[in-house]
Each structure stands twice: as structure tokens, then as C-alpha cells.
């Protein structure tokens, strides 16, 4: 297993035999985590334009159903290919990005026991939890997003960034340091943000279509969430929910849920804010945010998920009346045992 050392200023230098392996590979496929975001999309689309695969695009692993409508924009200006399941039988090696464990890897259910099948994987990602499984891991857990990661990635191999490619880099760190406000945006963030621009990045259309380009449905849903949103604990935590039922009212899906947790975040004063969404019956996905320097990420991670310090997750196969029920306590007494 190859790994990755810290380079000078904090910066982690890229394995020395990541690019050699990658440039070697005829037909890659690229995969990112369940439920995509739009730092998921943006590095795995702009790895399969950079390393195509012999006679046509490199593969993307797009199960049905996985694909947020405010994120078609970014598959359509790449041309992306879908990955069927024979196309991880016929490649040589599995690219593997913004994904943390593979359990949470985004393939067919049809092959979710048999898709790496002793393939070489290689694993470029910046959560916190990434348990280093594949054979070469770029995991850089201060970068603010994988996006600023595979465009280091495609500078240190020289390979050229056109305009759709530097648009899909940009949106990914954008969307995941929240418009550059996150403690996560270092410099490096920002410098790769501007090399984009330079090559020819389309920001002002990526600003609309990832913040204000909300469809009815969407904006019913986020009704919704303000609606449900409630403070607990002396206003120190926020937490909202939206069901099964009432995500499919509004007419949306599990695809449609992302950053919605934003909205009980936003209250001021508070220390964790949580959404959780019913995406399928039963089956419930906790987003959890920390404010004031709250690490979530271990409450996460007792909760049988994962994530970053500051923004993590997990699913627990409940209704969300159940899952409340459940979870509230226990992020109370966190907080309690963290001092807040």
C-alpha cells in the first residue's frame, strides 16, 4: 500500500508512483461516494476527461437514482459515460474519489460485493475517516475539498485543464468550502481557485447553477426544512427533518438532498446543527455540522458513520420520528461531554 507523505508548508506531496500507475491504466473506471455532491462529481468527472480510456471516455460509476437534478449540469458539460457493471470486469484499474471507506463506495447494487475485484485502487479523498483502502492513497485530510486535490493531481502530471474541466474543479471546491467560508479553505484553495479561473473556469454560471437555481420542487422541500427546524438546549442545537413522505410530496428524492442543512446551521448561537432525511422508508441520513470549533466527527463516528471534523455523517436504518427520538438524546449529552 503506498501512501502519502507531508511535503514542506503542510501541503501533502502526491505518492510517487500515483501518476506513473494511472498514466499506465487503458481503461480506468472512476467512482465517488454515495449520494454525490458536487465535490464528488466535479473530481470524478474531471478524472475521467484528464485519463480516458482507450478509444473513448473513461467510465464514471452513476447508479440510477444517485444523481442530484441541480447536479445534471455537471455530467452534461462533461459527456460523461456511465459505468455498467461489465466495465469494472474490463478495467484495468478503479480510480476512486471523495470517498472515505468502501462500504460507501457508488456502484450497482448488482455488483456492490464483487466491484473492485482485486483491481488496483487508487483513493484520492480529504475526509478525516478515510481508512486508507487502496493501493495507492492520496489522502490529504486538510484539503477542503477532493476537487482541489485531483487538480493538483493533473498539474504535477502536466496535463492540460481546458475551460470544462477547471469549471468542474472550481465548482467542487466552491460548493465544499461553501463559497470559500469554511475553516477549510487554506490558500492552497484559493490558488487553485484562481489557476481555474485562469483556465478559463465558468464562475459566474457555476454560482447560479449551484445557488440559485432552485427548482419548485427543491424549494418545496427546503419549505419544508425551515418549517420542521428546531432548537433545543438553550439554542445550541438546531436540528430539522423531512420524511420519507414529505420528500416525495414536494417532489423530490433521496438524490435531492445535499447542503439543506444549511438551513438549521444558519441559526445564530447554536453549536451542532443536524438534518435528517427519510430518503428510502426506514432508512435515515444524518448530516451533522459543528460550529465554534465542534468536532462532530467523533459523534459520527459513534453513530457507525463518518466525515470531517467539522461536517460528517451517518445512516440509521429508522423512520425519522425514530431516528429523533434516537439521535437528539445522544447529541445533547455529546455536547454535554464536549463542554457546550
Known sequence: ?????????????????????????????????????????????????TWPAEGGPAKVSLPPGSESRRLWFMTEWAGAVVAEPGDFAAADGIVVVDTAKAPRCNVDASIKETWSN????????????????????????????????????IREAGRDIDPIVASLLYAGIHSDTIGFSLPTTRSSALRAAAALVDCGARVAEIGERLCRALSESEFNLERIIYDNTKLVADGRLAYSTASYTEITEAGCSAADIDDQVSIPRSLVGIDMGILLTEG?????????????????????????????????????????????????????AYLESQGR
Open 1 to 49: 500500500m503506498s501512501t502519502t507523505p507531508v511535503a514542506d508548508g503542510g501541503v501533502m506531496s502526491i505518492p510517487a508512483d500515483l501518476i506513473p500507475i494511472l498514466d499506465s491504466w487503458k481503461n480506468p473506471v472512476v467512482v465517488g461516494h454515495v449520494r454525490p455532491d458536487a465535490d464528488c462529481f466535479g473530481s470524478m468527472l474531471a478524472m475521467a476527461m
Open 118 to 153: 482485486g483491481k488496483p485502487i487508487i483513493n484520492i479523498d480529504h475526509h478525516n475517516s478515510n481508512t486508507m483502502f487502496g493501493a495507492i492513497n492520496y489522502v490529504d485530510h486538510d484539503a477542503g475539498s477532493a476537487c482541489e486535490l485531483v487538480y493538483r493531481v
Open 280 to 332: 428510502k422508508p426506514g432508512r435515515t441520513r444524518l448530516n451533522l455540522r459543528g460550529e465554534k470549533g465542534l468536532d462532530v466527527l467523533s459523534f459520527a463516528l459513534s453513530l457507525g458513520g463518518g466525515g470531517h471534523h467539522e461536517a460528517a455523517g451517518a445512516i440509521i436504518d429508522e423512520s425519522v420520528d425514530e431516528a429523533v427520538d434516537q439521535v437528539i438524546p445522544k447529541a445533547l
